[in-house]
């Protein structure tokens, strides 16, 4: 079946555009905190006196237990406390979060509740979904 001209270079223009989008998608997956949005590099800065003031609480504690518990959930060993692991650990983490949640489509941005996990983010779902939202929207 061929499709009139019309439809055609719709169907060609609907095309480019996911390919656009995956190819940009893939771009900031391989260059993690190249492509961040300008609001995500404002809040990056802030990242390091956030970890600082973090591993200091963490740090100067004398509930053992709570330590115990902020240092698995870093992932880290008890052997292996300082301040600067611990803070650079931290820092890591909020500078991956806010990465990720950045990728995110503006309506679907939620609290970063991946902070401590290495679930799997299926942003290619979100972008298809987003895609059809846009096209739904504009009729194209």
């Not at 190249?34 to 006196?49: F, G, R, T």
């Not at 401590?116 to 059809?132: A, R, S």
Request: net charge negative.
């Amino acid at each position: 079946m061929i499709l009139p001209c019309r439809e055609s270079s719709q169907v060609d223009r609907s095309l480019t555009r996911k390919a656009v989008k995956l190819a940009l998608y893939e771009l900031k997956e391989k260059n993690g905190g190249v492509l961040l949005s300008e609001h995500a590099l404002k809040i990056c800065n802030y990242a390091p006196n956030l970890a600082k003031t973090i591993a200091g609480l963490i740090l100067s504690s004398n509930d053992l237990s709570f330590k115990g518990e902020c240092i698995s959930l870093l992932g880290l060993q008890f052997q292996e406390i300082n301040r600067e692991v611990v803070e650079d650990c931290i820092k890591e983490k909020i500078i991956s979060a806010i990465g990720i949640n950045d990728r995110k489509p503006q309506r679907t941005r939620e609290a970063a509740s991946f902070l401590f996990g290495n679930e799997v983010i299926q942003e290619l779902d979100t972008l298809d979904k987003e895609y059809e939202e846009c096209q739904e929207a504009f009729g194209s």
